[in-house]
């Protein structure tokens, strides 16, 4: 890494010096966290790779009257956490005891893929998802160490949850089932020159792989890979700094390995903040979550009762539930952690509606009869004008889990702030870039845009109110279990 990183152990602070900046790490003050499996007869090896074994050889008390004890250990060096040194895919790249220490040591950057892998477990780490990674945390930089978060950990170690099979030798090995990095993730990545890629699988590549590219390109870099890295919850994406140190073995393709992480008392971790309960609403996926326990959240779910458009509760909504995918909910957490610091909250409308919801909408679009809501909500537009102007739609963007309606609320006040129009106007006074709003109007406005997409959330111009997640998890997928 040149003159990138250089670390050195002065006392009790790790003093990390690069091209930009130096930062002093004080290790008296924060926390360490393991990120490795102990070995054990259960530790998980490929399909085709022996496991780990522990032979006695003393245990007990001593002819001389002391206690003492010792084993012979057997491994395969692609077992459990461990390294794969970039000669493990790419002949004339370092070996196991060549890989330097600045790749081994240093800042720790945690991409969090975890609601895309539970939803599909063969999942590929995509180049938009680190450039998503990069508008909410800051740039990927050379000598960053890159560790992928798929949420795989929580399965080890039963083989058939964590590599999709407990079967051995080489057939079982078309049956592996887990997330990876996709070829062009892996590009940027080299690309960016990071010091090491690190992933919570049992491989950097994806289990259904068959050309084992993520493999090939990060290792002819010469970036090491960290497989089977233990549960990643508990860091920040930026902050932590990460010591992984292999077994010194000689000409080795890999090596067993010890990763623990330290991040430091001032850094903002999302272990601290709200976490998606682990019920899963009934008739969905276990993608989506019950985002109403967000602290602070104010909920007007009005699809529920008879204030909407429509003037009727809703088909599809039963409960006063608040419903969404994860990745949305946690997204959502932070706009609303962001703006208490304002004197600000958030109101929400709507979030995940039901296929059957947006079906009762259509059918009361086509009853011209029907205008008990009108002054209220379209007075301007006619009721068969609603589908050719964009208010109404067969399909609707909630019904794929990560869009929501809302808006900001005084939190002194308990109000609502003035945006010029109420939620599911239909007309153009609800446009974003309204010219009749007044000057406070459209500041309030703007605001909520800013929070919204500084969360990655993108707006939609015609609503001022209706953002999706720009990276959301179902992107093709229309669903229609109840809230409930």
């Known amino acids: 890494m040149k003159d990138l990183i250089r670390v050195a152990l002065l006392g009790i602070s790790l003093v990390a010096i690069s091209t930009t900046h130096a930062q002093t790490i004080d290790f008296t003050n924060g926390h360490w966290v393991d990120l ?19 032979h006695t050889v ?46 081994l040591i240093g800042m720790v950057l945690v991409v969090d893929i975890t609601a895309r892998a539970e939803a599909d477990a063969d999942y590929l780490l995509s180049v938009d998802d680190l450039q998503a990674w990069e508008q909410h ?19 080890w170690p039963d083989a058939r949850t964590y590599l999709g099979t407990d079967q051995k030798g080489p057939d079982a090995v078309p049956l592996l089932h887990f997330p990876g990095i996709g070829a062009d993730a892996a590009e940027w990545l080299a690309e960016r020159k990071v010091a090491a890629v690190g992933i919570d ?51 080795g393709s890999g090596a067993p390995l010890r990763v623990a992480a330290f991040i430091p008392a001032d850094t903002q971790s999302d272990s601290g903040a709200w ?55 946690q997204a959502l957490a932070r706009v609303q952690a962001g703006l208490a610091p304002m004197g600000l909250g958030l109101l929400v409308y709507d979030a995940y509606r039901p296929q059957r919801a947006v079906d009762h909408f259509v059918r009361w679009a086509k009853d011209p009869d029907d205008q008990r809501m009108k002054a209220r909500y379209y007075p301007d537009v006619a009721k068969d ?36 129009t109420d939620w599911d ?9 309204w010219d009749g709003a007044s000057a406070q109007q459209r500041a309030n406005r703007m605001l909520l845009r800013s929070v919204m997409m500084g969360q990655g959330f993108a707006p939609y111009e015609k609503e001022w109110w209706h953002f999706r997640l720009a990276d959301e998890v179902f992107p093709e997928t229309y669903f229609d279990g109840k809230v409930k």
């Open 36 to 54: 490795s499996h102990a070995y054990s007869e259960d530790t998980l090896y490929w399909p085709t790779a022996d496991g780990f074994h522990k």
């Open 58 to 103: 003393y245990e007990g008390e001593t002819p001389g009257g002391w206690y003492y004890t010792a084993y012979n250990i057997e491994t395969a060096e692609h077992g459990g956490t461990h390294l794969d040194a970039p000669i493990h895919f790419y002949e004339g790249r370092e070996t196991a005891d060549q890989v330097p220490l600045a790749s």
């Open 137 to 155: 945390h800051g740039q990927v930089g050379q000598g960053d160490i890159v560790l992928v978060h798929t949420g795989w950990a929580s399965r």
């Open 201 to 251: 699988t049992a491989s950097v590549d994806r289990g259904q792989s068959r050309d084992f590219m993520a493999h090939r390109i990060l290792y002819e870099a010469n970036i090491p890979g960290f497989e089977n890295i233990a549960d990643l919850s508990g860091l920040p994406p930026r902050g932590a700094w990460l010591a992984a140190l292999p077994m010194k073995i000689a000409g």
């Open 275 to 329: 976490q998606p309960p682990g019920e899963t609403p009934a008739g969905l996926p276990p993608a989506f979550t019950y985002a109403d326990t967000i602290p602070g959240l104010r909920l007007e779910l009005r699809y529920l009762g008879a204030d909407n458009f429509v003037g009727q509760p809703i088909d599809g909504y039963e409960a006063d539930r608040l419903v969404m995918t994860r990745a949305a909910a």
């Open 385 to 420: 004008q609603l589908f050719e102007e964009g208010y109404i739609a067969a399909k609707s963007g909630h019904s794929r889990g990560s869009t929501v309606d809302l808006t900001l609320v005084d939190l002194v006040t308990g109000k609502p702030l003035d945006m010029g």
């Open 425 to 433: 106007f239909f007309g153009v006074e609800s446009w974003v870039d």
